[in-house]
């Protein structure tokens, strides 16, 4: 089991940059596949990006490729996303999620078993 915590969110202008991390207890997070997913108010959980949990392959949604990267440090047990040219429409809540062995870079959130409480970003423009 692994308990997933997200730090790094704010307020930032629009053009801006951020970086989120999503660190986790355990000793194991390099055997989780794990994916961000953001939640703007009154609207529904959407994917962001998802990073496999061997080989390092990468999927990004549309809206964010090109602008956000996920990367992983598994000595540090941390997944991050680097947000940049931020915009007012990525406000969100951003969650980290994980699933162990995961082979898919799946961009539904029921794959993902284990979630964080989340962190706030907000872009003003």
């Known amino acids: 089991q692994v308990q997933l915590v997200e730090s790094g969110g704010g307020l930032v202008q629009a053009g801006g940059s951020l970086r989120l991390s999503c660190g986790a207890s355990g000793r194991t997070f390099s055997k989780y596949t794990t994916a961000w997913f953001r939640q703007a108010p009154g609207k529904e959980r959407e994917f962001v990006a998802a990073?496999?949990?061997?080989?390092?392959?990468?999927h990004h949604a549309d809206s964010v490729k090109g602008r956000f990267g996920i990367s992983r440090d598994n000595a540090k047990n941390t997944v991050y996303l680097q947000m940049n040219s931020l915009k007012p429409e990525d406000t969100a809540v951003y969650y980290c999620?994980?699933?162990?062995?995961?082979?898919?870079?799946?961009?539904?959130?029921?794959?993902?078993?284990?979630w964080g409480k989340g962190t706030l970003v907000t872009v003003s423009s």
């Open positions: 990073i496999r949990w061997t080989g390092g392959n990468t």
């Open positions: 999620a994980a699933r162990q062995y995961g082979d898919n870079l799946s961009n539904l959130s029921n794959y993902y078993n284990y």
